[in-house]
């Protein structure tokens, strides 16, 4: 893989064009990739495909990192992808899209893509503890809006770790700020 900077992106496998969704999410990608980032998403269907297909529209590097294992129905990434990594579980697939990201985007989704938030925003909050600069978080629209602050405020952790937009330009906007060279 090159060495650009690479921003995860994640999002419902269950969007198709014509739900809006789908076009933020061809939306994010291109965004992203005019702003000089990669992306990398699941590399499935979904808002996965969609900022897949934008970035790529875009001359994009497009990384999907899939799980063949569980879900075996599915034999390739999206055809969007530049280059596909195959993990051997759903952990280590969440693993290598936050490890290899400077920043990340939370699109509309459902419990994997709350999963996938959570994940980054414990990362951030155990290397904020420890005295590291946590990689920027951004969700995207209503459904986090407000369920951001109610897990941050029962689980009694640092909402300041996640910046909440209401648009995908909102979030490229971030990203760019936050992952200056």
């Known amino acids: 893989m090159s060495s650009e900077r690479i921003v995860a992106v994640f999002g419902a496998s269950a969007s198709r064009p014509g739900d809006g969704h789908y ?8 965004l992203l ?4 980032f990669g992306v990398v998403t699941g590399g499935y ?3 996965m495909e969609a900022v897949s297909k934008g970035a790529s529209a875009a001359g994009g590097h497009v990384l999907g990192v899939t799980v063949p294992s569980l879900f075996p129905e599915r034999a390739t ?7 596909e990594w195959r993990a051997a579980h759903l ?11 400077v920043a990340s985007i939370t699109l509309h989704g459902s419990i994997g893509t ?9 990362l951030a909050f155990v290397g904020k503890r420890a005295g590291q600069d946590p990689k920027p978080i951004i969700t995207v629209g209503e459904r986090w809006a ?6 941050a405020e029962a689980l009694e952790t640092d909402e300041s770790l996640v910046t909440v937009v209401d648009t995908v330009e909102e979030a490229v906007g971030v990203v760019e700020q936050r992952c200056r060279d």
């Open 23 to 30: 076009e933020d999410g061809e939306r994010c990608g291109r």
């Open 33 to 36: 990739t005019e702003a000089g």
């Open 45 to 47: 269907g979904g808002l």
């Open 77 to 83: 990434g999206n055809e969007f992808l530049t280059e």
């Open 91 to 101: 952990m280590e697939r969440i693993h290598e899209l936050t490890e290899v990201s």
């Open 114 to 122: 709350l999963v996938e938030l959570a994940v980054a925003w414990n």
């Open 146 to 151: 407000s369920l951001v602050p109610a897990l």
